[in-house]
């Protein structure tokens, strides 16, 4: 019996109790290719050596610092990486701990650059059809996934969708696919 909760009550999971490479591996030795990989979040593989060691380094030195009193060594160069990477074309980071809480503060971030600047009538979310933003009720609201949000819808905030960037279903028979693709592939005006 678990006490865990699981997503779906219904299902018996299988124990992973190992990761190598790619594959997650079972108590009973299954191998699994890790196509998911725990909604993108181990693009470095499973039991990477070199990421354990800089982990353990890292909580030898110092587990946590909060990020509202605190900066690191480790977060400064991490920063400064990311934003080489950028050629500059960024010149901030803002650091999270996952993809629902990136996608919280992107929106309250872009919700108080239109007030800073006198628009406060700003107030809306678009995002594409069959889109996926999260686990919290705003990453859900603006997420496009309709299954997902079909028991919650009223308690979402508002938010609009338009159809997926996809050049060989929805496009207009004028519109070759590298038109297609590259109107949704541009940065839109403010």
């Known amino acids: ?5 699981h997503r779906n009550l219904q299902n018996e999971y299988p124990k992973a109790v190992r990761g190598e490479g790619v594959y997650l591996i079972d108590q009973q030795g299954k191998k699994y290719l890790d196509a998911s990989c725990g ?3 181990s693009c470095l593989g499973h039991h990477n050596q070199y990421v354990i060691d800089a982990v353990k380094s890292q909580l030898d030195k110092l587990p946590y610092a909060h990020t509202g009193f605190f900066t690191t060594e480790v977060a400064e160069q991490l920063a400064t990486l990311l934003v080489e990477r ?15 809480e990136a996608i919280e503060t992107a929106l309250k971030m872009a919700r108080q ?12 979310f678009i995002s594409r059809r069959q889109s996926y933003h999260g686990n919290t009720i705003t990453a859900l609201s603006v997420g496009g996934h309709f299954g997902r949000r079909q028991v919650y819808q009223p308690i979402l905030n508002r938010s ?18 590298s038109l297609f693709f590259c109107f949704f592939t541009h940065r839109m005006p403010m």
């Open 1 to 5: 019996m678990s006490y865990i909760f």
């Open 86 to 100: 950028t050629n500059q074309a960024l010149n901030k980071v803002y650091f999270l701990s996952g993809g629902s």
């Open 160 to 177: 609009h969708h338009i159809s997926p960037c996809y050049a060989y279903r929805g496009r207009n028979e004028n519109e070759t696919p």
């Open 39 to 41: 909604a993108a979040v």
């Open 113 to 124: 650059y239109f007030v800073e600047i006198g628009q406060p009538q700003r107030q809306y």
